[in-house]
Each structure stands twice: as C-alpha cells, then as structure tokens.
C-alpha cells in the first residue's frame, strides 16, 4: 500500500458518542458495499492471515485476548445493513462483543506424515477463508483454532475488507499479543471508524481535484482488453484462482538496489516493469492500474482498526521509447501527485471518466497492484514461534490482481501471487503471465537506460480493433413475480415512482437508460433495495445493469423475455450523451452543496 505523503488536516474529527446504529459509511465503505451488492456471497473481499505457532499454546489465554481487542475495536462489531428511507444510504451497527474461537483437531499425526498433515491444515485453512460474509448479521470477523499436533496450531484470523485493511491486521496481532500475556488494557482509542465515515462523508466533493482528474485522464482508455482465453461473457463472474511463486533474492536483490539508485520506491520500479507487461499483452501505450492508497493520513488513525484505505488509478505511460529508469521517474512523479488529490473516491471517479456500466467488467480499471516492502503481519506470542501464512480469497474482484509481499521465513525472498478470473484465463496462461513479468524485471534492471520495447518478456502485441459487446444470454432472476401482461403497465408506474424518487426529478421516461437521467451505481443500488421492499421482488442488482431502463426492466421482472440488443449509436452522439450526463450529475452536486 502507498504509504501517506498528504500532512494532517486541521479540522478535527468529531467524536459521535454513543450512538450505535444508523451510522454512515465512508467513501471508500460505500463503494466496496456496492461492490458486495453486484457479487453477493463471494470471498472477494476477504482478508485472511494464518498464524503457524509453535509451542505451548493457552488457548483460554488467547481466547480472552481476542475478546479484548474486539472489545476495544468497534469497527469488529460492525454490521452493514441497507436503508429503505431517504436518503436510502446503507448504514452500520455497532454490536456487542459475538466472538467464538471453535478448537478443531486434525487427530495425532504419525512422525512421517508431518508434511500431509500440514498440507491438509492448509486445506482446511483455505475453506474458511473462502466462508463468505453475511454483512447484515455478521459478526465481520472470524477466528478459528486448528490443531495440527499437541504443540503446533494455526490460528486463521479472517476480517471482511469493509471492518479492516492490511495496517488493521497488524494493529490486531499487536494487541492480540499484549492481551495474551495479560497486560493492563490502555485507554480505549478516542475515536471509532464510524467516528472518521461520518467525519469523511460531510466534507463536500473537491470539484478542483476532480477537475484534476479529468484533465490527467482525458483519452485515456478506461478499459483494457488483456488477450483471454476464452471470450468475455456479458456479466463478469466472480470464481478466481491463484498464482503463486517465490522471486528470490537474485531477482529482488538487484531491484531494490536499482531502486535505490534511480529515488524510487521499490513499489514504483515493480509497478513500472508490470505496466510494461500490461502495455505488451494489450497493444496500448498508456495502462491504467489500480493502487491501494492509504487513508491514515493522521496520528490518531494510527491504532484503530477500520477500512482506511481506497483504490486509485495510476497512469503508466509505457512509450516503447522511453527507458525504464525514465519511465520508473514518471510513475513516481505520478504517484506522488494522485496523493495530493486522493480525497476523490473511485465510485466518484468512475461516474466521471466511465459513465457507462458495463457489467462485464470493472469500471475503469480492471487490474490492480499491490508491493509491500515487509511481511503482511508480523505476529508474535510470548513463549511461542510465531509465522505468518497469507491466504488470498479464491474470489477475483477485477481480470487481474498482482500482488508482491516480502516473505516471512526467507527476508531476501519475496512472495508474488496473481489473482485472476477463472473465467478469462487459464492457470498456465497466468503463469506465462508471471514468467514474463520476471524476466520484464530481470532485463530492465539489468540495462535500465535501454528502451522498453527492447526489454525482453513477452513480444508487443499489434493494436486490436475494440470489440463488440457480447451478447448476453438472458438471466434468470433469483425470484420474479409472475405477472400477466396486463400488469404489465403498472409494474412500469411502480419502477418509475421508485426512479423518481431515487433520482430526484419528475421527468422519468419509461424508455430512458438511468444512467443517462444522472443515476449512479449506488443510485441503482438504492433502486434495487426498494425494489425488493415495496414491489416484493427478489432479482440480482446485476439485473438492473443489464436492463437500465423501466420497459426493460418491468419485461423482466415479469418474466419476459430479454429485449433486442439495441443498434450502437455513433461516436459522436455517445460522446454528446456522455457529456450531457457529466453536466446533470454537476447540477446534482450544484444543487447539493446549495442545500437545494
């Protein structure tokens, strides 16, 4: 995660009390709730760390640490609910202390069978982590005990993202150790996570940062079209699969140094050589990449546990001309100056710069990167070996998600895991994927000062022409009312008073895409919900991207058929439709920050 660079506000974050429910999320809360709403029951969004510990274990003593933390944390008590009343915002609550530790044993392993037994604890290890969420009951925070031999156990600590990010996991095993060995408790923190969402989300829109984000990506296309194995189908799945191999000290030996000469972070060089790899496999010059950004950009937020962190995209411009220490300066100038204008959310930036919702695929950007420098977590227990063992999701939030950690056993090692949709690609596909991205690295830090197109790793792919939408094969609906056609009309005056209403204006065509009348993602995510609440329909929030206007919509409910795929438009009137969109969604904000 890029570390902040941004100095404290001066406003203060105020302190809520002791309310409890009905509390807002934050910015980037919001945008991964919705994300939940489009993939529902998926692990995407789980963070797993195991813990191999070694020696004698009190387990009594472990349990009370646990409850500890979660005690003194909220946000591991929070719960996620939808609203049906204006302003129709998702809210969070904040329970009391639900926390289980189940014990679970493998059975006495004979001495021979040590490495199966290890093997099968992983196994084990791995379902759990893949356990969904249900975020309106929760709790939001599993752990589980498994015991490998009478002195070994792996402890499997899992969070959903929206309750923690990677600082969170280590601010929890520190306190997870100072509670084990019964040390006086401190003073509980003075401010909550839903102390900062609500502080966050009363500060207006930066019109001037989004001005800034607009002129830096204008042209820039939104999506990238990665060579798949098979052809993308019109509704994204969500099943991933993972990648993973060691890069050894002669590989990131020579990188880091490389980096230390050229002023850059090694997260920077690794992101340079994978928007090589990315500008290659894609035939384009300019690659947007999602980075997690860090929102702690206060001391007080330092030991609190929460979602403190969003997405941003990151344009790396790889001109086969340039060499690759000058391109590693340009994404470090660029890093550095999307950290001055990060209070922008990427729900915010995807209204702007990909108005049209595909669900296909993400919004725009459909690959992410993440580089730590140290291990996930450094756990440690008095009076036991403590070893760290990641667990990423089997679920895929975007095409491709590579992420290089510092190993825990081997310092000089690092780990790289490539998460993808199984869907799109092949495991050897990915692992040729891998395979040039290291010898990407490996060329480039060896000659820094040649060219990129000369760089070895996979050849340059020629320009493609953009493809067409797919044809989408008709959904089935998780439930629909079985209407006769005469209900029909009023199925439609029952859509168009929730639009109304949702998008606050009465001119609401039954033919009009909602996007186009200024409605965003969590727009029709509100839509969804009352749906479901006033009309007793259970369909998937996906359905409502595939059908954005009320005809469409109502056929569907009712069971019809899906509609013709409509004949596309010019580019001239789709870039007029597109700015005419922009302009309401500013008179909204307009009106919004008027109090209107």
């Not at 760089?455 to 008709?474: E, K, N, Y």
Request: proline share 10%; hydrophobic share 40%.
């Amino acid at each position: 995660m890029i570390e902040r660079v941004v100095p404290a506000g001066s406003d203060s974050i105020p302190a809520l009390g002791g309310a409890a429910v009905g509390l807002p999320l934050s910015g980037a809360q919001r945008a991964l709730y919705l994300a939940e709403l489009l993939q529902p029951g998926t692990p995407m969004y789980n963070i797993t760390v195991a813990v191999r510990l070694e020696g004698p274990l009190d387990v009594q003593a472990l349990r009370r640490a646990i409850t500890r933390v979660v005690t003194r944390h909220a946000a591991l008590r929070t719960t996620f609910a939808p609203n049906t009343e204006p302003p129709f915002e998702p809210v969070q609550r904040i329970g009391d202390p639900d926390i289980a530790l189940p014990v679970v044993a493998l059975g006495t392993a004979e001495p021979a069978a040590e490495e199966p037994a290890d093997a099968e604890a992983l196994r084990r290890a791995q379902a759990w982590a893949d356990e969904p969420f249900d975020l309106e009951r929760g709790p939001l925070l599993r752990t589980r005990l498994l015991v490998v031999e009478p002195e070994r156990h792996l402890l499997v600590v899992t969070m959903h993202q929206l309750v923690s990010d990677g600082p969170s996991l280590q601010v929890f095993f520190d306190e997870l150790a100072e509670g084990y060995t019964g040390a006086p408790e401190c003073a509980a923190p003075a401010l909550r996570f839903v102390d900062y969402a609500s502080w966050q989300r009363t500060r207006p829109v930066d019109t001037e940062q989004l001005d800034r984000w607009r002129e830096r990506l204008s042209g820039i296309p939104t999506v990238l079209r990665l060579p798949t194995d098979r052809p993308r189908p019109a509704v994204a799945g969500s099943h991933g699969g993972n990648h993973r191999q060691v890069l050894g000290a002669a590989v990131m030996g020579p990188a880091l140094r490389l980096a230390q000469e050229l002023r850059v972070t090694p997260f920077v060089l690794a992101l340079s050589a994978y928007g090589v790899l990315l500008s290659r496999l894609a035939g384009v010059a300019d690659v947007l990449v999602g980075v997690p950004v860090s929102a702690r950009d206060r001391a007080e937020l330092d030991s609190m546990i929460g979602f403190f962190a969003t997405t941003l995209p990151v344009l790396v411009e790889a001109h086969g001309d340039r060499s690759f220490a000058e391109l590693c300066r340009s994404v470090q100038s660029e890093l550095l100056d999307i950290l001055t204008y990060r209070d922008v959310t990427m729900e915010q930036l995807a209204e702007e710069l990909a108005p049209d919702r595909d669900p296909g695929h993400a919004p725009l950007v459909q690959t992410f990167f993440s580089f730590e420098p140290d291990p996930i977590v450094r756990p440690h227990l008095s009076g036991l070996r403590a070893t760290p063992i990641d667990l990423p999701p089997t679920g895929a939030k975007v095409d491709i998600d590579l992420m290089i950690f510092r190993s825990p056993e081997a310092p000089d090692d690092f780990d790289l895991t490539i998460t993808y949709r199984t869907d799109l690609f092949d495991p050897t596909t990915i692992a040729g994927m891998a395979e040039g991205f290291v010898q990407l690295l490996v060329g480039a830090v060896a000659d820094p000062a040649t060219p990129i197109r000369t760089l070895p790793g996979p050849a340059a792919r020629p320009p493609q022409p953009v493809p067409p939408p797919p044809q989408a094969p008709t959904p089935t609906p998780a439930a629909h009312l079985d209407l006769p056609a005469s209900d029909l009309a009023e199925m439609e005056q029952n859509l168009a008073r929730i639009w109304r209403e949702v998008l606050a204006r009465e001119d609401v065509g039954l033919d009009e895409n909602f996007f186009d009348l200024g409605g965003t993602s969590f727009a029709l995510a509100t839509v969804h919900t009352l749906i479901g609440a006033r009309i007793g329909v259970r369909t998937s929030l996906v359905s409502l991207l595939e059908f954005p206007t009320i005809t469409a919509l109502a056929r569907q409910l009712a069971g019809g058929s899906r509609p013709e795929q409509p004949v596309a438009e010019p580019a001239n009137q789709a870039r007029a439709r597109l700015r005419d969109r922009r302009n309401r969604l500013q008179q909204r904000r307009n009106r919004q920050g008027t109090g209107e």
